[in-house]
């Protein structure tokens, strides 16, 4: 990706260790031909927008689901808002949900979800504090809980790219 205009992908903004990542995962997954989607809440779309970046590989992306709010995790998701009330938006167990969601609702092979608080959130929120949990179609699920500190919101997504994109990666090997 750095040969590309940075004009036209999110390259200046992403460390190449990140974009290197991305693109050996996507290779990977392209080689398995197995395809992807996305679940985000606290990245926004980041994800998603680094995968469809890749030239010549993000094919492999079958889509994303941007589901910031409560609400979105149930109606495109199937979360149970029951699930959200009971635990939290951010928590391991709505984490799997997302990700078991974005299975059902795509032809992906792989889904990835991430939920969390990239800010200070509400008092009592525990600033950095992110979900994630990879799916495998008819197989596996993984989760991984990551506490990156108060360190802003730009810096807790760059590290959620970073494991969501090891969670992938893991995933393209699974049986």
């Not at 079958?62 to 938006?89: C, T």
């Not at 809980?145 to 802003?152: I, L, N, P, R, S």
């Amino acid at each position: 990706m750095a040969s590309q205009s940075g004009a036209q992908t999110l390259s200046p903004a992403i460390p190449a260790d990140v974009e290197a990542l991305a693109a050996t995962m996507l290779e990977r997954a392209c080689s398995a031909d197995l395809s992807l989607a996305t679940a985000e809440s606290c990245t926004g779309g980041l994800i998603a927008s680094l995968l469809t970046d890749v030239e010549g590989a993000s094919h492999a992306f079958d889509r994303g689901f941007v589901v910031y709010s409560e609400e979105a995790k149930a109606e495109l998701l199937g979360v149970p808002p029951g699930m959200i009330a009971k635990f939290g938006a951010v928590s391991r167990d709505v984490a799997l949900a997302m990700a078991e969601g974005a299975i059902d609702h795509s032809n992906a092979d792989i889904a990835l979800a991430v939920t969390g608080f990239a800010g200070a959130g509400s008092p009592g929120d525990e600033p950095g504090l992110v979900h994630f949990a990879c799916a495998r179609r008819g197989g596996a699920i993984d989760h991984r809980e990551e506490h990156f500190g108060d360190v802003g919101r730009g810096a807790v997504r760059l590290g959620c790219l970073r494991v969501a994109l090891e969670m992938m990666d893991s995933h393209i090997d699974a049986a």
